[in-house]
């Protein structure tokens, strides 16, 4: 398992927009597939998106299709959720999550083995 910090949550208006990062401080993440998942009260987890090394495929779940993007910067071990046009309905907690490549589902952020704190995002005028 890795260690990972969130950061870049908060309270933003309906059609703004927040970007979230993510690093580990001790760890190398080359060999991980690095993603986003969310979790609103009273709901289900949900895989928001997953990153390979160099980018190299992505996922980024339907309803997140064409307003969220994701992006990584592996020199500074870091993953960014790009979040645009944002609605009520994405208020959530927001975690990042990582699994090795040789282990990752990746369409299936929500099952990978290394979770970050979360970092709260609440959409509302």
């Known amino acids: 398992q890795v260690q990972l910090v969130e950061s870049g949550g908060g309270l933003v208006q309906p059609g703004g927009s927040l970007t979230l990062s993510c690093t580990s401080s001790?760890?190398?993440?080359?060999?991980?597939?690095l993603g986003w998942v969310r979790q609103a009260p009273g709901k289900e987890r949900e895989g928001v998106s997953c990153?390979?090394?160099?980018?190299?495929?992505?996922f980024i779940t339907p309803s997140a299709k064409g307003r969220f993007t994701t992006s990584r910067d592996d020199a500074k071990n870091t993953v960014y959720l790009q979040m645009n046009d944002l609605r009520p309905e994405d208020t959530a907690v927001y975690y990042c999550?990582?699994?090795?490549?040789?282990?990752?589902?990746?369409?299936?952020?929500?099952?990978?083995?290394?979770w970050g704190q979360g970092t709260q995002v609440t959409v509302s005028s």
């Open positions: 999550v990582a699994e090795s490549i040789l282990t990752a589902t990746m369409t299936r952020p929500d099952l990978f083995g290394s």
């Open positions: 990153i390979l090394r160099n980018g190299g495929s992505i």
């Open positions: 001790g760890a190398n993440l080359d060999n991980y597939v």
